[in-house]
């Protein structure tokens, strides 16, 4: 359960960087959300990031302030997974470039609620232990 609780916080301190970073170098977070699915090897990448942190929401979430809603946003991420993995890492890309270009118009708006969660995610496993 540990590890599990390590690997989550650390999902969390990501989403808040990345939260941050969209505000002070918006440029380099767009480029890197662009890269979503580029490759093969970054699709399958993608996926097994997911699937693990999936599972590691799940197993930390009976130490957590909030189980049911880190039992849940684990269930999303390993459920929403495996189709991914069984199409065709081609169709994620198309689907990157096509809806990530849009949503950079609201790149601030995504990098606080980045921000928020990351630190939503990383203060429910924290304050559990007091």
Same mark, same amino acid.
């Given at each position: 359960?540990?590890? &599990?609780?390590?690997? /989550?916080?650390?999902?969390g301190?990501? +989403?808040?960087?990345?939260?941050?970073?969209a505000?002070v170098?918006?440029?380099?977070v &767009? &480029?890197?959300? +662009?890269?979503?699915? &580029?490759?093969?090897?970054?699709h399958?990448?993608e996926?097994?990031?997911?699937?693990? *942190?999936? *599972?590691?929401?799940?197993?930390?979430?009976?130490g957590?302030?909030?189980?049911?809603?880190?039992?849940?946003?684990?269930?999303?991420?390993?459920?929403?997974t495996?189709?991914m993995?069984?199409m065709?890492?081609?169709?994620?890309?198309?689907?990157?470039?096509?809806? /990530?270009?849009?949503? *950079?118009?609201? +790149?601030?708006?995504?990098?606080?609620?980045?921000?928020?969660?990351g +630190?939503?995610?990383?203060a429910?496993?924290?304050?559990?232990?007091?």
């Open positions: 359960m540990v590890f &599990s609780e390590i690997l /989550v916080v650390v999902a301190m990501y +989403l808040a960087g990345l939260g941050i970073a505000f170098r918006p440029q380099s &767009s &480029s890197f959300l +662009l890269k979503f699915a &580029s490759s093969a090897r970054a399958y990448l996926m097994a990031i997911r699937l693990i *942190l999936g *599972l590691a929401f799940i197993l930390s979430a009976p957590v302030v909030w189980p049911l809603g880190f039992q849940v946003f684990g269930w999303v991420l390993v459920l929403t495996v189709p993995v069984l065709p890492w081609q169709w994620h890309h198309k689907f990157a470039q096509r809806f /990530v270009p849009p949503a *950079l118009r609201f +790149l601030k708006t995504i990098g606080l609620i980045s921000f928020a969660a +630190l939503f995610i990383c429910n496993v924290l304050m559990a232990g007091f």
